[in-house]
């Protein structure tokens, strides 16, 4: 992506100055530091940082500058990321699948921390990293509460991860656990149901495990209605922590990706057509909106004139098109959007930071998104 400058004041603003002719993504590094700090205040361990949701480097940059000291990390690309921005960082690998060759050239980068969740990835690494390493033991439960969870595709089921534990314990490696209860992660009991197995894990394997990292999950602001709860998300983990393990309990660690990030973008369309409820714009699900497929369609939604005002007609059901020739570039359902909508409009979705620019492909011809920095995303 591309940056425009100067900074605007806001995404209005930015409209009244002349925005670029591609989607735009708006981006807030004031409002990403007030998340940052909102997680360094309230999370009860440390906080990292889930490279994969958004890898731009300003992100990285202005949370480095707000304090965040670690990443989570999913491939030697964003090691090298990482490393570039912030040398010293510590860099946790918990993608739990990789090459031999991929775990080797990670140990060169100065990786001491590894994710696993099978005993083939333990022996892999335990050929490769130095004694001492810390080997983090992945485990799922069938718990649901979650957007969509990742059970089916990573984690070892409880009582495999208590044998995956004691043998890294016993290779003479620093053992520590790690769940990832799945995305837009809301209700407080999901969390504590993890936090409890891991003590379990821990008794069966009889090993104490150094760090219990509950990794990312926490929900970001989708729906109006809907605001998420961290402080009580982290009270939950905290209380939860305290009461499973009592005097042995681990240092925590989380790795906010999504929850992180999402409320520091505002992704801004155009209106390309309008035909009666049919609305199409310069952005689709090839786009920066690919994970309205996947995810909860958001409400977070405004329309403004070329100008930068703000419509304020009923809000009507459209049907909305992406701008490629597939007709399969549809938002889902029939988002609300104001009456008196026009073409060349400005569409905004609110809430946008998080995976909408890594995301986006370059079918036919469309997918190039501008990076603009602004210093606020509200009026």
Known sequence: MTEARPFPDSPADLLRRGAPETPILCFSPASLR??????????????????KANPEPAVLENLAAAGIGAFDVASLA????????????????NNPVRSGVEIERAVARGVRSFGLDSAGELARLAARVPAGAELTVRYKLPVKGAAYDFGAKFGAEPAAAADLLRAVAAAGHVPSLTFHPGTQCAPTEVW????????????????????????GGFPSHRMMAEPPDLGAIFEAIDVAATAAFGAARPALVCEPGRGMVAECCTLMTRVRALRDDH???????????????????????????PEG??????????????????????????PMLPEDTQEDDAVLFRGMGAYSGVTATRFNGF?????????????
Do not use: K, W
Not at 44 to 50: C, I, K, S
Not at 78 to 93: N, S
Not at 281 to 304: F, H
């Open 192 to 215: 504590r149901a993890y936090v409890a197995e891991a003590a379990a894990i821990a008794r069966a394997a009889g090993v104490e495990p150094a760090r219990l990292n509950v990794g």
């Open 34 to 51: 007030a998340t940052a700090q909102r997680f360094l205040d309230g999370f009860p361990g440390q906080v990292t940082y889930a490279v």
């Open 309 to 334: 005002v703000l419509r304020t007609g009923a809000p009507v059901p459209r049907t909305v098109f992406g701008p490629t020739c597939d007709s399969l570039d549809r938002l889902p359902g029939h």
């Open 367 to 379: 997918g190039v998104l501008t990076l603009a920095t602004v210093d606020r995303l509200d009026d």
């Open 78 to 93: 964003e090691i090298d990321l990482v490393r570039a921005i912030a040398p010293g960082a510590g860099l946790h690998y």
């Open 279 to 305: 609305v199409f714009l310069d952005d689709g699900i090839y786009g920066g909106l690919a994970e309205m497929l996947s995810m909860p369609m958001t409400d977070r939604i405004e329309v403004r004139s």
